[in-house]
C-alpha cells in the first residue's frame, strides 16, 4: 500500500503485521510555514495505539475519497485530502447549526474545544463524538500560552482534558494552543501532539462570507489544515460553502488525526 507523505511533512515509518503505515512517531519539519507545525510527544503504548487504529482510518479515508468522486483506480496517487478544523467552541448560537451542515454533507471535521466554554454545551460535545467528529484540545481560556508560565499552562490543558473525557469518556490525544503560542518547554509538560495550521481563514477577522471564502480558496492545497472559528455566524455559512466548493474540486474532507496518519 502506497503512504502518502503529509505536504511539509515527512513521517517515520513502521512495520506492523506485514504492512508498512505511516505514524506520527518522528517528524522532520521541511518549508514549513511559521504557523504550522506538528509535535509528537506521546508515550510508546499511544503510538502503538495510533498504528494500530491505521488499518480502521485507511479504510474511513478511502471510503471518504471514494465519496467525493475522485474513483477507487490509483486512488492513493490521486487523493486531495483536507483537515477542516475549529476553534474556541462550543457556542449555542453556531455549534449545531454547523453540525447540522456538516451532517448534511456526510463531512467530519475536528474540533479544538475551549475549556470554559463548554458548561452548558455538553450535548453539542456529546453530538460531535456521535457523529463521527474529532475532539481535540483548546486549553481551558484563550491565553498566550508562552506568557502564562508552565505549570499555569500544563493546569489549563489539564483542566480541558478532564471536561472533555468528563463528558465524552475518553482524553482528547490533540492540542492547539491559541494563537499557535508554544515553545518546546510547554510541550514537554503537555503530553499531546500539538496541531497547527496553513490556512488562515481569518474569518474571526473578516466576519464576511464572501472574504472568508476566496482567502481559503485562494491559499488551500492538497494536504492543508484549515483554520476556522465555530463561534460565528459568516464562519458556519462560509465552512459550508468551502465544503461544497472544494468537494465539487475533488478535496475529501478528513479528521486531523487522518490527515496527519495518511
Request: glycine residues 6%.
Amino acid at each position: 500500500m502506497k503512504i502518502r507523505w503529509a505536504k511539509r511533512l515527512l513521517f517515520a515509518i513502521v512495520l506492523f503485521d506485514g504492512l508498512l503505515f505511516g505514524t506520527a512517531i518522528a517528524v522532520v519539519q521541511t518549508e514549513i510555514q511559521p504557523q504550522m507545525s506538528i509535535r509528537e510527544n506521546s508515550p510508546d503504548s499511544h503510538k502503538e495505539k495510533i498504528v494500530k487504529e491505521k488499518i480502521i482510518k485507511e479504510k474511513i479515508i478511502k471510503e471518504k475519497i471514494v465519496q467525493a468522486g475522485i474513483g477507487d483506480e490509483g486512488i492513493w496517487e490521486t487523493q486531495k485530502l483536507l483537515a477542516l478544523t475549529f476553534d474556541d467552541g462550543p457556542s449555542l448560537e453556531c455549534t449545531g447549526r454547523l453540525l447540522d451542515g456538516l451532517k448534511k454533507r456526510g463531512i467530519h471535521a475536528t474540533f479544538f474545544l475551549m475549556g470554559e466554554n463548554i458548561p452548558g454545551k455538553e450535548e453539542l460535545v456529546l453530538r460531535m463524538k456521535a457523529e463521527g467528529h474529532l475532539i481535540a484540545n483548546h486549553g481551558y481560556r484563550h491565553v498566550q500560552m508562552t506568557h502564562e508560565g508552565e505549570d499555569a499552562v500544563a493546569e489549563s490543558v489539564e483542566k480541558a482534558q478532564e471536561m472533555i473525557e468528563a463528558i465524552t469518556g475518553e482524553e482528547p490525544e490533540f492540542l492547539r494552543p491559541p494563537y499557535g503560542d508554544w515553545n518546546a518547554k510547554l510541550a514537554e509538560r503537555c503530553d499531546l501532539t500539538t496541531v497547527f495550521w496553513n490556512v488562515d481563514s481569518l474569518d474571526w477577522k473578516l466576519r464576511n462570507v464572501e472574504k472568508i471564502v476566496r482567502r481559503v480558496e485562494k491559499q488551500v492545497k492538497n494536504g492543508d489544515i484549515i483554520l476556522m472559528h465555530d463561534i460565528f455566524p459568516e464562519s458556519v455559512e462560509a465552512s459550508l460553502r468551502l465544503v461544497d466548493q472544494l468537494s465539487a474540486e475533488g478535496y475529501a474532507f478528513v479528521t486531523v488525526d487522518e490527515l496527519l496518519i495518511d
